[in-house]
């Protein structure tokens, strides 16, 4: 069956760095769009991210346009987001997911097929 394993959450001091990474399993990789999307406590799940299947063309919230940077290895059936310049408003549990219209670069919780189970990220002030 379909796995999305979401690694690299953490705590990290306001102004740090984190790299996230999500290992997909169970699918042709290379014919799925990837997202990244995250939820903070009392609040709704937002889309952080989003990349086509070839990783040429790319979608970011205006909240963390210029701050974030997605990115996928076909090869090695992985998506990431490195994350620069954290701030309190990032705290959330971020998630990956995976649609198959793989040249869609979709926005909304129902595009998406696939979920992983998300990965913490912590930011402290």
């Known amino acids: 069956q379909v796995q999305l394993v979401e690694s690299g959450g953490g705590l990290v001091q306001a102004g740090g760095s984190l790299r996230l990474s999500c290992a997909a399993s169970?699918?042709?990789?290379?014919?799925?769009?990837m997202g990244w999307f995250r939820q903070a406590p009392g609040k709704e799940r937002e889309v952080v991210a989003v990349?086509?299947?070839?990783?040429?063309?790319?979608y970011y919230a205006d909240s963390v346009k210029g701050r974030f940077t997605i990115s996928r290895d076909n090869a090695k059936n992985t998506v990431y987001l490195q994350m620069n310049s954290l701030n309190s408003e990032d705290t959330a549990v971020y998630y990956c997911?995976?649609?198959?219209?793989?040249?869609?670069?979709?926005?909304?919780?129902?595009?998406?097929?696939?979920w992983g189970q998300g990965t913490q990220v912590t930011v402290s002030s």
């Open positions: 997911a995976a649609s198959d219209n793989r040249w869609y670069l979709g926005r909304i919780l129902s595009d998406y097929d696939y």
């Open positions: 990349i086509n299947w070839s990783g040429g063309s790319t």
């Open positions: 169970g699918l042709t990789f290379s014919r799925y769009g």
